[in-house]
């Protein structure tokens, strides 16, 4: 067996480095998202109000509050703390599932396109009861989180988050602390009485 010099194994290792840069690149750009779909961003926009320290539809089910630069809608401005919260937990329990931005991956499917007709309802029973698809023989399992903190204490977070998500309200990518609201008493006290601490 004849083996590779060194010259071919550096050529093949800069062959790998560039596509991986390439799809760094590629990540990038995808983290760019379209500007808001108009019909459903009014949709979930449609008779909101803040109560209580989160935004609210008038059907009860919490929304979100993204504010995007006019002059180049690529930065986001400001979110609300329920979707920067959101952004946060995704990240930290279903974004290795579900992928980065809700776009999802060979696991599990975007949720960034299932949130575009799931309604509030079915998330949550799908998220705390978990779900099976069957797919042309293939077997696809959320697990249940009902019992999980870290996911059912912040689930309206995860909602509003994938939500505004789904509408492209929110562009892909990395929220900072300077885009943030100030988080409300109330989300503190709920979080409190929640976690247990």
Known sequence: ????????????????????????????????????????????????????????????????????????PDIVKKVDWMTYSGWRRYHAECHVCHGPNAEGSSFAPALHDSLKTMDYAKFLQVVASGQIRDVAGTKYIMPAFGDNKNVMCYVDDLYVYLRARSTDALPGGRLSADQRAEKPIEAKEAEKSCIGE
């Open 1 to 72: 067996m004849k083996s590779l010099g060194y010259g071919m194994i550096g050529a093949a290792a800069l062959v790998l480095l560039s596509a991986g840069f390439a799809g760094q690149a590629a990540a990038a750009e995808s983290d760019k998202s379209a500007l808001p779909d108009p019909a459903a961003h009014k949709a979930a926009q449609d008779g909101k109000k803040f109560e209580a320290g989160r935004w609210v539809l008038p059907d009860g089910s919490p929304t979100y509050d993204v504010n995007r630069d006019e002059a180049n």
